[in-house]
């Protein structure tokens, strides 16, 4: 494991029978390295480290974690024993950090610990439902299937989590373009016209004078009004890790939010109900699952009320029953949850539901992706034309006089 671990990449130079050769490969040191080559046939002449990425090594993120669960489970459903599938998808890997982490899980489960054990020692990116789903494929001798669905749920997870940021990202982006060119036009644009409107020499127009108002603003406090914004985005992101009843606040406040709010609903119901399955199916008890499944919920507000409903089940009400007290729950929901329960067929009804609300907040996404088209178009006109007409109601106004 230490030699393992000590290992890095090196660039190697040199020749064999067929003439110069040059690749990658690892070892503890050049010296290793060149005794290495020399068995398969190469003379070695420079062996050194890889240089690191001028922008450093990439994160881990969830969608890498998603991508090595899904190659994971392909390997195992092939037949690929545990270990070698870590050498495999380890040596695919793009990802230098990515990399390390297959090499530590490969290192872990080699010396004879569980996958399940090496994985919680990486919490920062396999969650407790993760593991416990792992743990429970390995003691059921299931393991490749548990990896399927864990890969598969991860898939859907990162597919409707791209669903949301899609809907975010373009009215923001083209918010803050928008404000970009405003401010551009206030603090480079309107003095020029100011200069020119002191030689007039009359009163200009109330609409005019507030805009050259702003722009005075804006010219002499630039500085103070971008350091105020990004410390507002920074006081909210801290506040939101650091106050659990802020952020609970703020999970609340979004679920109210006019065209946003009901997408977020929906993706959260989604979440809630893709999470259950997967658990479900995986024969972990209904009250542990619903554990799990508050723990990824991704608010607050729902976050409570599952707790809530496991509390209920945990004494004997029935999960429609539970469900339908928190009033947070829509009623098809709770239809096909009486019919899992009643049928034995809780994970498949829930699978269903996961389907339906991730194909509602698909469509939402694109409707309102639309909608938000021509409105953004519309506001980005109003605020450069208002600028511009009011730079020029004074030329009109001195036409009309003469």
């Not at 909608?371 to 730079?391: F, K, Y």
């Amino acid at each position: 494991m230490a030699t393992a671990a000590a290992e890095k990449i090196y660039i190697y130079k040199g020749k064999n029978k067929d003439g110069a050769v040059q690749g990658e490969i690892k070892g503890s040191n050049p010296a290793l390295i060149k005794a290495q080559l020399r068995q398969q046939g190469i003379i070695a002449k420079s062996v050194r480290p890889k240089p690191k990425s001028l922008f450093g090594s990439k994160a881990i993120k969830p969608a890498d974690i998603a991508l090595f669960s899904r190659q994971m489970a392909t390997m195992m459903k092939a037949g690929v024993p545990l270990v070698q599938s870590f050498e495999i998808v380890e040596e695919g890997a793009e990802n230098d950090n990515l990399k390390k982490l297959i090499m530590t899980l490969h290192d872990e489960v080699a010396a004879g610990n569980s996958f399940a054990s090496a994985l919680r020692k990486h919490p920062k990116h396999f969650d407790d439902l993760y593991c416990s789903l792992i743990e429970a494929g390995e003691n059921s001798g299931a393991l490749d299937t548990l990896l399927d669905r864990v890969a598969t749920y991860k898939e859907k997870t990162e597919k409707l989590k791209a669903k949301i940021k899609k809907a975010m990202t373009y009215p923001i982006a083209v918010i803050i373009v928008a404000l970009i060119v405003t401010a551009i036009l206030l603090v480079k644009v309107v003095p020029v016209f100011a200069e020119t409107f002191m030689d007039f020499g009359a009163e200009l127009p109330a609409f005019t004078q507030l805009v050259l108002n702003i722009s005075n603003f804006a010219q002499n406090w630039w500085l103070l009004i971008f350091i105020s914004i990004i410390g507002i985005a920074y006081g909210f992101k801290n506040a939101r890790m650091r106050s659990k009843k802020f952020s609970d606040a703020v999970d609340k406040a979004l679920l109210k939010l006019p065209a946003v709010g009901p997408i977020i609903n929906n993706a959260v119901i989604a979440r809630y109900a893709r999470t259950l399955a997967t658990t479900f199916a995986a024969g972990v008890p209904l009250v542990e699952a619903l554990e799990s499944v508050a723990g990824a919920a991704g608010n607050a507000v729902y976050r409570d009320a599952i707790l809530n409903v496991r509390d209920n089940v945990s004494t004997g009400l029935t999960m429609q029953a539970s469900l339908k007290g928190t009033g947070v729950f829509p009623t098809m929901l709770l239809q096909l949850t009486a019919i899992g329960e009643e049928s034995g067929s809780l994970d498949e009804m829930m699978a269903k539901a996961a389907d339906h609300y991730e194909e509602a907040v698909d469509n939402a996404v694109d409707n309102m992706t639309a909608l938000l088209e021509p409105l953004i178009m519309s506001v980005l006109g109003v605020l450069v034309g208002g600028l511009l007409i009011a730079m020029y109601l004074p030329i009109f106004q001195l036409g009309s006089v003469m």
